[in-house]
């Protein structure tokens, strides 16, 4: 059986093309992109405004979006905010942070995303067991007691919202360079290398038989690997990432002090010692990468690695605007995400890109409409190595429809409403060819607002 959308106006082949008419197979996989079609056929559903293919969040910690609003009483720094984060993540469990998750993944269909690299590493139990180990749990659901129970929780959560999700499994072994890990961090830890290696693998083979990964349009759930950072996991370990396949994640160089660190105790900044780990290529996503060396960015581009920019946190926590336009001089990949959350808005986090690159330089145009369309689709789409970024036949039937009409939009020029709409504008979220969000309610979920409710009475938080 076939769905079909008639586009009034969509973002084909790198440009706007009128008439789009999109077919999507019964796995949701594009199997025809038609342009000039002056009307809507009577079985395709007419959608109005611009269409972009959907947005990629190419890094997210889902629950630090319980921290919106949360943590500017006193101003404060990213250490700081780190305390508060601690004590979020310490109330989780699985069927919490199923909760949880299921509000922020709605809540970023409706923002413009329909895929998302979550960056997780609260992997056991708030006492540090791992999951699966046998002990006593009171009147815990079987949920509780099996291994990986936390990436079930998630993985499950983003298929039930629609959203398609790249789990980046996070490696955290120490708690900063040569430290042990703290309380607050050991339900991040898997001890050794070869303990995150082991359960690694066993999440692996447990989502390959839970979520298996089939044709495009229906493969929602997909694995991959992350270092947290270089403060997190020792650099006689990194070599070890070269043995995985996929995508290969890692803070980098968020902060000054990570530097500094980084360059007392092995005498290179956090880029180089990646690089002398092999680590460095083209399956390797920088997150952040802010404060870099010319020798960096060279190392970075000559790769061509990817580059996940988060303007709205990164300006959130203070930690400065990287050097985005001279990494893509240089041959680097830039992509975008929403890491803690400060806003889920797919438009606002793109827009955020240049205007950080336009204060810094003093330049407007650093990154062109097409280029920032590029960064929020096909750059996220090679981070995360998913079938989508384009509407393209054999992709995923994933899109999103702007309003033209707007206060914010009216008169906007073709693509350069990429610099105008926010997620206010955002009308139908579209994911494996079935419409998730309209005008803000998820079409199962409903209400968003309402699932945030439960997500912070799930735990015991004001919301």
């Known amino acids: 059986m076939s769905t079909r959308y008639w586009c009034e106006s969509a973002w084909v082949d790198g440009a706007v093309a009128r008439g789009v008419l999109l077919s999507a197979d019964d796995t949701g996989t594009l199997t025809a992109v038609e342009t000039g079609i002056d009307t809507a056929p009577s079985d395709a559903e007419a959608v109005h405004g611009f269409i972009l293919p959907g947005g990629v969040n190419a890094h997210s910690h889902a629950f630090h979006r319980m921290l919106r609003g949360r943590t500017h009483g006193d101003g404060g720094t990213f250490w700081t905010w780190r305390e508060v984060m601690y004590s979020v993540a310490a109330k ?64 499950r959560a983003a298929a039930s919202a629609g959203i398609r999700i790249r789990l980046l499994d996070t490696c955290y072994l120490t708690g900063g360079i040569d430290a042990e890990l703290s309380a607050e961090q050991s339900r991040f830890g898997d001890g050794t290398i070869d303990g995150y290696m082991d359960r690694h693998a066993g999440l692996t083979e447990a989502f390959a038989e839970e979520f298996p990964v089939n044709a495009p349009g229906e493969s929602f759930v997909h694995v991959g690997a992350a270092i947290h950072s270089i403060r997190a996991v020792p650099a006689a370990n990194l070599p070890r990432f070269a043995e995985l396949t996929g995508p290969v994640h890692v803070h980098l160089s968020e902060q000054p002090a990570e530097n500094e660190a980084c360059q007392s105790a092995y005498g290179a900044s956090p880029t180089e010692v990646l690089g002398r780990s092999g680590v460095v290529t083209d399956r390797l996503s920088a997150v952040h990468a802010t404060h870099l060396s010319e020798e960096d960015i060279a190392i970075l581009g000559g790769s061509r690695s990817t580059i996940v920019m988060c303007p709205c946190t990164e300006a959130d926590l203070a930690d400065g605007i990287g050097p985005a336009r001279e990494l893509a001089d240089a041959g680097a990949v830039i992509s975008l995400g929403s890491d803690q959350h400060v806003v889920l808005d797919a438009l606002r986090e793109t827009q955020g890109l240049e205007a950080g690159e336009r204060l810094r330089s003093g330049q407007r145009g650093r990154f062109s409409p097409t280029e920032l369309i590029t960064a929020l689709t096909e750059g996220g789409a090679r981070s995360l190595d998913l079938p989508v970024g384009a509407l393209e036949v054999g992709k995923a039937c994933d899109f999103v429809a702007l309003r033209t009409d707007s206060m914010r939009t009216m008169g906007s020029l073709d693509e350069q409403i990429i610099l105008t709409a926010t997620s206010a504008d955002v009308s139908v979220t579209v994911s494996g060819g079935r419409v998730r969000v309209r005008d803000g309610v998820h079409a199962e979920l409903g209400d968003i607002s309402e699932l945030y409710a439960q997500a912070f009475a799930a735990l015991e938080m004001e919301g």
């Open 92 to 155: 989780l469990d699985p069927q919490s942070y199923g909760t949880v998750a299921r509000a922020v993944f709605a809540e970023m269909l409706a923002g413009g995303y329909t895929s998302v690299g979550e960056f997780h590493y609260v992997h056991h139990a708030q006492d540090g067991t791992p999951y699966g180990t046998e002990r006593p749990r009171g009147d815990a659901n079987d949920d509780e007691l099996r291994a990986h129970a936390m990436e079930r929780a998630l993985a």
